[in-house]
């Protein structure tokens, strides 16, 4: 065991710690961290919905007295899912390019722009849809049908859709929201570099020392700007003369699906599990060192959940079984680690005092999942006698969450929680309040106790030995 864990001290930790400082990755990680705002007030409004409107009309019937009654809440918190959850890509792709600027130490609100106004150059400005038309019930549709009219039942079923109209000078949620999430990533970081090796190359407008900073830096940031916003004009256009699609379209076919698919495999989703424990291990901060993986494939297959809800009001058919919310349901109970068992597991069995007074310590914030006390006061960094719990608790964790999830038996996760909500209060609100998947958060708790105990056992026989 020592000379194993020598070797990942000499050749692993390095290579990981590289990867968790490399300033693009820490970019990227702060810019989905930075809409963190955005995305909490878009999902508080729509855990509200759920409570206000679709389980109302669940319980009581569509149009209950309760669901009018509070009528005119529920449409603020539409207004707010519109400013939040529906323009997340573009809020995210602003984010991005200040990040990056910001690394480099050039003009970081310029950075944002240019990268918001790239990504924007990318995207289809028509739309096609189905409009439903005011007034006309379904037993028209055939009386329509026949008079050459390309028509369709409504979502409802209760009315009828004229299908298939365009129009331009609108940008489709597909674009500007999560879907397009991949693409905002992609552009917003290509053009946010060339304008940042532009400005560090000095290719700006220069005025005069008398001129105001602000006014300055503006003009500095005109060649550059315009030379990475027209690169993407240029692509744009590449691709819809040779392809027929958007940059958009052919990134979410030929980079996005694949990689949010793959995310669902029972493997990876283990896999990620382990890692983020393994990294923890030897005192990285597992979850920022796969941020670009946690926040770029799982945040952007929760937003897409999170879409289909607001669309639909069924969690039925949802396209993504796992989320990035899921590992903090089901098996970050108290923390990486699932560490609130092995508090529990210490104020039953143990009989060190040492042990105990850092549990109790821990305690407070470990119902809270902050178990960063418990993880260097234990210790459980480079602690060998911890070691096989650590690693193994939480990818069971996950596959027990995985499993109760894949065969219908608990909704997917889809609206974003505070991280620090208790154990199945996580769960039951990222739910939509579903009580099931309250009690399989409880359930992996039990196991993570059950698991942590036999090596809290070995700690009181080694202290005795000594």
Excluded at 168 to 182: D, V
Excluded at 226 to 252: R, S, W
Excluded at 428 to 448: D, M, R
Aim: net charge positive.
């Amino acid at each position: 065991m020592n000379g194993f864990l020598t070797w990942m001290e000499k050749h692993f930790m390095p290579v990981a710690a590289k990867i968790g400082g490399q300033k693009h990755l820490v970019a990227i990680r702060d810019a989905f961290v930075s809409i963190m705002p955005v995305t909490m007030v878009g999902s508080i409004a729509v855990l509200l919905n759920v409570f206000l409107r679709d389980l109302p009309n669940t319980w009581f019937g569509t149009g209950n007295k309760f669901v009018q009654s509070v009528q005119q809440l529920i449409n603020i918190n539409g207004n707010i899912y519109f400013g939040s959850i529906f323009v997340l890509g573009l809020v995210f792709t602003f984010s991005l390019g200040y990040q990056i600027a910001n690394i480099y130490g050039v003009n970081p609100i310029a950075g944002g722009v240019v990268a918001f106004s790239a990504v924007v150059t990318t995207m289809n400005q028509s739309i096609i849809f189905d409009y439903v038309l005011p007034g006309v019930s379904a037993s028209s549709l055939d009386a329509l049908k026949s008079l050459g009219l390309n028509v369709g039942l409504s979502v409802d079923k209760t009315g009828v859709s004229l299908l298939g109209v365009s129009d331009s000078g609108y940008l489709s949620q597909s674009y500007i929201g999560a879907s397009g999430i991949f693409t905002c990533l992609i552009v917003g970081f290509i053009s946010s570099m060339i304008y940042v090796k532009l400005m560090l190359k000095k290719i700006t407008i220069k005025l005069p020392s008398s001129v105001p900073p602000a006014v300055s830096n503006s003009f500095a940031a005109i060649i550059p700007g315009t030379i990475a916003i027209y690169t993407f004009g240029v692509i744009t256009q590449i691709c819809i003369a040779t392809t027929g699609l958007y940059p958009n379209d052919l990134i979410v076919k030929w980079i996005q699906e694949p990689l949010l698919f793959l995310s669902q495999g029972f493997f990876s989703v283990v896999l990620i599990a382990f890692l983020i424990q393994l990294f923890w291990f030897f005192g990285l901060h597992g979850h920022n060192v796969l941020a670009p993986i946690l926040e770029g494939i799982y945040s952007t297959a929760s937003l897409r959940n999170l879409e289909h809800w607001n669309l639909f009001q069924t969690v039925n058919d949802m396209p993504f079984s796992w989320t990035r919310g899921s590992f903090d349901a089901y098996a970050q109970m108290g923390g990486a680690g699932a560490t609130l068992g092995l508090l529990i597991a210490i104020f039953i069995f143990s009989k060190r005092n040492d042990v105990k007074t850092i549990a109790k310590l821990s305690a407070p914030m470990g119902v809270f999942n902050i178990n960063e006390p418990i993880i260097f006061g234990l210790p459980i960094v480079l602690n060998t006698l911890y070691m096989i719990p650590w690693l193994i608790v939480p990818p069971i964790c996950v596959a027990v969450a995985y499993l109760f999830t894949t065969v219908g038996i608990i909704p997917p996760v889809f609206v974003q929680v505070p991280w620090v909500m208790p154990v199945g209060v996580y769960a039951f609100f990222a739910t939509g309040g579903n009580i099931l998947a309250a009690g399989v958060a409880i359930l992996n708790l039990f196991i993570s106790f059950l698991i942590w105990t036999p090596f809290v056992l070995l700690a009181n026989r080694m202290e005795n030995k000594k």
